[in-house]
T-cell receptor
């Protein structure tokens, strides 16, 4: 049973370019979460999605960032017009079903974004 | 506003001894707590969790204790092994929010010396 898959593992972009990060949840998981880890910090929640729905995007920056989880295919985190401050590790997690008080999320290996 | 705090950035213990990692939280609505282990350049790996209806959960060498009145939880690893050297994150969620969002502490780097 494959775990959470993320690609690419490393992504280098120049300022102003677009970054697309992909996440395939574990088999049987329908809930996807994106987190960002800045250097020397813990993980910060960005967005929670179910198939074709954004449930909670309270951690997403208001501009340039968007996320989707289409009916078919992986979840995508898209960052437009990247700036140096976007350099971070972006982690995707998935869980099978949301039951209050038991929500264990399983993480992918992350995508390390470097903005030059 | 740091709702989950790990006040010790690092901890060093001898192989075979007990490692105790601590975590404090401020939000009384948190009802599910998790510990993750993270190696460099990898994603966090789930270790153990505890629901707020319990005060202890054990899994092999790992035990998590929850003190709700003090808003404090701890992870005990015994005996510690060199392979346990990693960054440990505690995380919490509020089940009533229906979002599953995890709030993470800043992490504690554990070094287990042979």
């Amino acid at each position: 049973n494959a775990g959470v898959m993320q690609n690419p593992r490393h992504l280098v972009r120049r300022r102003g370019q677009e970054a697309r990060l992909r996440c395939s949840p574990m088999k049987g998981h329908s809930h996807v979460y994106w987190y960002r880890q800045l250097p020397e910090e813990g993980l910060k929640f960005m967005v929670y999605l179910q198939k074709e729905n954004i449930i909670d995007e309270s951690g997403m920056p208001k501009e340039r960032f968007s996320a989707e989880f289409p009916k078919e295919g992986p979840s995508i985190l898209r960052i437009q017009q990247v700036v140096r401050g976007d350099s971070a590790a972006y982690f995707c997690a998935s869980s099978p079903i949301l039951i209050a008080g038991t929500d264990t999320q399983y993480f992918g290996p992350g995508t390390r974004l470097t903005v030059l | 506003d740091q709702q989950v705090k790990q006040n010790s950035p690092s901890l060093s213990v001898q192989e075979g001894r007990i490692s105790i990692l601590n975590c404090d939280y401020t939000n009384s609505m948190f009802d599910y707590f998790l510990w993750y282990k993270k190696y460099p350049a990898e994603g966090p790996t789930f270790l153990i969790s505890i629901s707020s209806i319990k005060d202890k959960n054990e899994d092999g060498r790992f035990t998590v204790f929850l003190n709700k009145s003090a808003k404090h939880l701890s992870l005990h690893i015994v005996p510690s092994q060199p392979g346990d050297s990693a960054v440990y994150f505690c995380a919490a969620s509020d089940g009533s929010s229906n979002t599953g969002k995890l709030i993470f502490g800043q992490g504690t780097t554990l070094q287990v010396k042979p």
